[in-house]
């Protein structure tokens, strides 16, 4: 019930490409849904975030789709840069645990020129 | 900008050593987290702050201990440090419960 559940660990994209990442979650409660870009030797910075009142917010080329009745949420990124090669995390904050961060694994994606 | 700067970008220690890493950040925050970070897991939550000298543990606090004595800083204390506690080390504040969590660049520890 607390676990997030990202996929694939692993993407490589050709540049100008659409890089898509999925979420999925089992915990209804769950109201806040941020995704996070690391790049190598540093840490974590929020890219961008959703709650479930919505079903899809985009900024600039991110865009996350939300999926409340099937607990799914993803992120897109069109038109992929050579510089959007980072880590992904996705994760949902659970109002019920002192709204804790609960993470997905990572997406390592790779956008080839 | 919010900075959180924790003091070393790399530490290599002994088992049974007492380790201490620390955290800094520089915009009042309330909130401040300790993460370590292992490849194909994800951030996994060590200890959390959401006031000076309040300490909350996290999903995996064993083997780890905390201390805010000031609301900029909060430091991980590794009681007696194990091989198995080698990994990636965040620092992280917030301004609030659900807000967005900003990230220090790490301390990568080796426990030799």
């Known amino acids: 019930q607390q676990q997030v559940k990202q996929s694939p660990q692993s993407l490589i994209v050709q540049k100008g490409g659409i890089s898509i990442i999925n979420c999925a979650y089992e915990?209804?409660?769950?109201?806040?849904f941020p995704w996070y870009q690391q790049f190598p030797g540093k840490g974590p910075a929020l890219l961008i975030a959703i709650r479930p009142d919505v079903s899809e917010k985009k900024e600039g080329r991110f865009t996350i789709s939300f999926n409340k009745s099937a607990k799914q949420f993803s992120l897109h990124i069109m038109d992929s840069q050579p510089g959007d090669s980072a880590t992904y995390f996705c994760?949902?904050?659970?109002?019920?645990?002192?709204?804790?961060?609960?993470w997905g694994a990572g997406t390592k994606l790779i956008i080839k020129p | 900008d919010v900075k959180v700067t924790q003091s070393s970008r790399y530490l290599v220690k002994r088992t049974g050593e007492k380790v201490f890493l620390e955290c800094v950040q520089d915009?009042?925050?309330?909130?401040m987290f300790w993460y370590r970070q292992d490849p194909g897991l994800g951030l996994r939550l060590i200890y959390f702050?959401?006031?000076?000298?309040?300490?909350e543990k996290g999903d995996i606090p064993e083997g780890y201990s905390v201390s805010r004595e000031k609301k900029e800083r909060f430091s991980l204390i590794l009681e007696s440090a194990s091989t198995n506690q080698t990994s990636m080390y965040l620092c992280a504040s917030s301004l609030g419960t659900d807000q967005p969590q900003h990230f220090g660049d790490g301390t990568r520890l080796s426990i030799l």
């Open positions: 915990n209804t409660a769950f109201d806040y």
């Open positions: 994760a949902a904050s659970n109002p019920d645990s002192n709204y804790q961060l609960i």
């Open positions: 702050s959401y006031d000076v000298k309040m300490k």
């Open positions: 915009m009042d925050h309330e909130n």
